[in-house]
């Protein structure tokens, strides 16, 4: 199965994923700004690959003047929804149809992975001003956890293609290799929501490794996450703990391309 097919089927899900999906934990805009280097207040963003625009708030909630950049109908149609007041432009990091040196921020929220970082790195930083950065992050499960680790485990058996879009910190290497002048800074946010079992189960449908499948092959696997989790949980409150992996870029003063 191709990458864009994976890329593109949140589109079917995305009131899904805007309900169930989590959010952003204040630590990490917290992270963001110290990595930035000043307050994020007034500065002005590209929110890429903005999704139902969960990210896009966060920033907004934090001053940041802030467009969405979001190439999918039915993920910008949400955003829409939900944000109406926050410019959106259908497009992708590949192509940013945006001048020259005319914003602080860029920022991919669980959204780089779909990006080729050939392209999308040095529109990223054609688009960023001196002392802005490309800030990329990914609400990853805990897996120190042991019920999040069995968890993990079994949906990789289940689904070959689950867990195949991990990312780790090693983005940060893969991008100074294509612009060695890179310095990555790397945070890491750890946090907890609780959420109803129902919603647990609702968020594992909306990633794409369950989304590109059809429904009869995928509701045995949910159903026997619902017993399990059930069990472990018996009050139906499920305790999601999660890692938020920052890496942020600053663009450099000069590039290899200047």
Not at 85 to 100: I, Q
Not at 172 to 194: D, F, I, M, N, S
């Amino acid at each position: 199965m191709r990458t864009s097919d994976f890329a593109t089927s949140f589109n079917a899900v995305a009131a899904e994923y805007a309900a169930a999906r989590p959010d952003y934990p204040p630590t990490l805009y917290d992270a963001l700004e110290e990595a930035f280097g000043r307050s994020l207040a007034g500065a002005h963003g590209l929110d890429v690959g903005a999704g139902t625009g969960k990210a896009t708030r966060g920033l907004s909630e934090r001053g940041v003047q802030v467009t969405a950049v979001e190439p999918g109908a039915g993920m910008a149609g949400q955003l829409r929804t939900a944000s109406p007041g926050v410019p959106l432009v259908r497009a992708s990091g590949d192509a940013l149809p945006f001048a020259d040196a005319s914003v602080d921020l860029v920022t991919y929220a669980q959204a780089w992975h779909w990006t080729r970082p050939e392209v999308a790195l040095p529109e990223a930083l054609r688009v960023l001003r001196h002392g802005g950065g490309l800030a990329l992050w990914w609400n990853t499960n805990d897996r120190t956890v042991g019920w999040v680790d069995e968890q993990a485990n079994r949906l990789r058996e289940s689904l070959p293609q689950h867990g195949a879009h991990d990312i780790t910190r090693i983005v940060g290497h893969h991008l100074t290799a294509l612009e060695p002048a890179l310095q990555p800074v790397y945070r890491e946010v750890t946090w907890r929501r609780t959420v109803p079992l129902a919603t647990h189960l609702a968020n594992l449908a909306t990633h794409s490794q369950f989304a590109v499948l059809d429904p009869e092959e995928t509701r045995p696997v949910l159903a026997r996450e619902e017993a399990i989790v059930g069990e472990l949980f018996p009050d139906g409150l499920v305790e999601e703990p999660y890692v938020v992996r920052l890496t942020y870029l600053p663009r450099p003063v000069r590039l290899t391309s200047d």
